[in-house]
C-alpha cells in the first residue's frame, strides 16, 4: 500500500503539469477564436491520412492553419485500410485521405462519406537501392534473380499489390526474401543496406534523402496509384473538412505535392 | 471484490470477442489450409529451438548472477531484463544493427563465412531468443536462490566434481524453476512479433510465423486473422495448463 503511495505522490506533479499544458491549449485557441477569424472557421478539424502523406500534410496543415487561424488541423497517419476500419468503427473524423481508392470505397459503402472522394495525387513505384548501388541492380528483371536480396512490400498492403501488378506486366517472376508489413518497412531495409533493391513509392525514395538511390523503370506507369481525399459525413466540424479538402486539391498545394515526388491528376 | 471481478472480466473479454467472431463454419477449411500449418509449423520449431538456445547460454547465465563471485552484479542483472521491458520492435532494430549483413558484427560473419541472418529462420530463433531469454534467467536465478547451498557444499565434500554435484544434486533441486522458466521463454518466444519482423523479415516458410501471419491477415481477411488468433489462443492456453497441472504447481 505504501508503494502505492508513493507511486502516486510522484506522479501528482505530472498530472499537475499535464492539466497546466492541457489549460494552456486551451486559452491558446481560446485566444485564436477571439481575435476573430474572418473566414468564420473555427474549432479543430481531425484528418485521417495514409502514412505517406506525413510529410506533405504536414506541411499543408501548417499552411492551412495560418491562413485560418480559428482552425486546429489535427492528423491521425496510419495505414488507409486500418484508418478505414477506424472510420467504420466511428472514429470522429472529419476528413480521409486514402492511400488507395479500395479503402475510400469501404468507407463510401458503410455510407460515411457523402460527398464523392477526388483523386488529389498520384504515386508510382521506383526501384530503391543502398547508396552506390551494391547490387548493381539497372531494372524490374534483376527481383527475378535468387542471388539478390529483395525486399518487397506484402500482397495484402497497397505497395505490395501494386508491385505484383508491376512483375505481371513485366513477365518477372520476383524473388523476395521478405514482404514486409509497410512500405516505410521496406525502405527501411534498404537504408541499412540489408537488401540489394526494393520496390517503393518514389515518394519514399525522395523522404529517405541521400541514403537511398532511386531507379525509375518504364513498367512503373503500369501500376499508379490513386489518392482520393473526402470529407465524412459525420464531420463534428463540417465547415473545416470541406475547407481543408478544397485547400488539398487547389493549385497552392500542388507544388508540396510534386516536390514530394508525387504526380498530380 | 468488484475490482477484482473487473480485472478478471478486462482480461478474459477480448478472448472471448475472438470465440465469438469465429467464423466456425468454415473454420476447419480455413483451419487445414496451406498457409495456417506452414505458419503454425514454423512457429513451434522456431520458439523451440529459441528455448533450446536459451537453455544453454541462460542457465549458466543464472547460475552466473545467483553464485557467480560478480563484480557489479545489479547492473548486469538489470541488463539482462533489459529486453523484457524494451520494445520488441527496438530489439528488433538493435539486432539488425548488430548482426545485419552491414551490422557491427554481422557484417564480418557475412564477409568471412558468408553467414547474413536477416532473412533467415535461424534470424527468427535469434530474434525470439532475444526477447524470451531474460524469463528463462530470471525464473532460474529465483530458483537457485531458493536452493540451499549446503547440499552442493556437502556432495562436494563427499567427492563429487563439480560437474556431479550440480547434475545430481542443484538440477533436481532447481527444477521447477526451470521447467516454469523454459515455458515461460517458450511461450513467449511463440508470440513473439516485433522483433521477428525487424529482424528477420516475413517470407512465407521461412519467416513467417504465426503473430505474423494474423497481423498481414487483418489487412485483408479479418475472419483469417481469427482463425490463426485462435490456433495461436488455444496452443498457449493448453501448454500453460498442461505444464501448470504437472509441474508448476507453486511456482506459476
Redesign the interface.
Known amino acids: 500500500m505504501r508503494t502505492v503511495g508513493r507511486v502516486l505522490r510522484c506522479l501528482a506533479p505530472a498530472a499537475v503539469l499535464i492539466t497546466m499544458l492541457a489549460g494552456c491549449a486551451a486559452d491558446d485557441s481560446g485566444d485564436s477564436a477571439g481575435s476573430g477569424p474572418e473566414d468564420g472557421l473555427v474549432g479543430t478539424v481531425n484528418v485521417f491520412a495514409a502514412a505517406s502523406l506525413t510529410e506533405t500534410f504536414t506541411t499543408l496543415g501548417e499552411r492551412f492553419e495560418q491562413a485560418h487561424p480559428g482552425v486546429d488541423v489535427v492528423f491521425n497517419f496510419g ?1 488507409s ?1 486500418a484508418l478505414a476500419e477506424q472510420i467504420r468503427q466511428g472514429a470522429p473524423a472529419d476528413v480521409f485521405a486514402s492511400a488507395a481508392p479500395r479503402n475510400m470505397e469501404q468507407v463510401q459503402e458503410s455510407g460515411d462519406v457523402t460527398a464523392g472522394p477526388v483523386t488529389f495525387v498520384r504515386n508510382r513505384l521506383e526501384i530503391a537501392v543502398p547508396t552506390g548501388n551494391p547490387g548493381s541492380i539497372s531494372g524490374l528483371a534483376d527481383f527475378g534473380r535468387p542471388e539478390h ?1 529483395i ?1 518487397l512490400c ?1 500482397e ?2 497497397p505497395c505490395g499489390a501494386a508491385a505484383d501488378k508491376v512483375f505481371t506486366a513485366a513477365g518477372v517472376t520476383p524473388q ?6 509497410d512500405v516505410k ?1 521496406v525502405l527501411t ?1 534498404v537504408t ?3 537488401v540489394d533493391a526494393a520496390l517503393v513509392y518514389r515518394t519514399d525514395v525522395r523522404a529517405a534523402g541521400d541514403t537511398v538511390t532511386g531507379i525509375e523503370f518504364p513498367e512503373s506507369d503500369g501500376a499508379i496509384n490513386d489518392y482520393p481525399i473526402a470529407p465524412l459525413a459525420a464531420a463534428p466540424n463540417p465547415a473545416a473538412a470541406a475547407a481543408f479538402v478544397d485547400y488539398v486539391i487547389s493549385p497552392q498545394a500542388r507544388s508540396v505535392f510534386t516536390t514530394a515526388g508525387f504526380d498530380t491528376p | 471484490m468488484v475490482p477484482a471481478l473487473l480485472g478478471l472480466v478486462f482480461l478474459m473479454v477480448p478472448l472471448a470477442g475472438l470465440l465469438v467472431r469465429a467464423p466456425w463454419r468454415d473454420l476447419p477449411d480455413r483451419l487445414f489450409s496451406a498457409e495456417v500449418g506452414q505458419a503454425l509449423r514454423l512457429s513451434l520449431v522456431c520458439a523451440s529451438l529459441a528455448t533450446v538456445l536459451c537453455l544453454v547460454l541462460g542457465v549458466p547465465l543464472a547460475w552466473l548472477l545467483a553464485r557467480g563471485d560478480l563484480p557489479g552484479r545489479g547492473l548486469v542483472r538489470a541488463l539482462v531484463t533489459v529486453p523484457l521491458v524494451l520494445p520488441p520492435v527496438v530489439g528488433g532494430v538493435a539486432l539488425l544493427l548488430v548482426l545485419g549483413r552491414r551490422g557491427l558484427v554481422g557484417q564480418y560473419l557475412y564477409d568471412w563465412f558468408g553467414v547474413a541472418l536477416p532473412f533467415t529462420t535461424a534470424g527468427v530463433v535469434v530474434a525470439e531468443a532475444f526477447v524470451a531469454m531474460p524469463f528463462l534467467v530470471i525464473s532460474v536465478e529465483g530458483a537457485l536462490r531458493g536452493a540451499d547451498p549446503r547440499y552442493e557444499e556437502a556432495a562436494a565434500t563427499l567427492g563429487a566434481s563439480r560437474w556431479l554435484t550440480f547434475r545430481r544434486v542443484t538440477l533436481p533441486s532447481i527444477l521447477p524453476g526451470v521447467v516454469a522458466g523454459t515455458v515461460l521463454c517458450w511461450a513467449r518466444a511463440l508470440g513473439e512479433f516485433g522483433a521477428t519482423i525487424t529482424f528477420a523479415g516475413n517470407f512465407p516458410g521461412r519467416t513467417t510465423t504465426m503473430p505474423l501471419a494474423v497481423y498481414l491477415a487483418l489487412e485483408t481477411d479479418p475472419a483469417a486473422a481469427i482463425v490463426l488468433s485462435l490456433v495461436l489462443l488455444l496452443v498457449s492456453v493448453v501448454v500453460l495448463a498442461a505444464l501448470r497441472e504437472r509441474w508448476l504447481r507453486g511456482v506459476l
Do not use: F, I, N, Y
Open positions: 495505414g485500410s536480396r525486399a506484402a495484402q498492403v523476395p526474401d521478405t514482404r514486409e508489413p518497412a531495409k541499412l543496406g540489408e
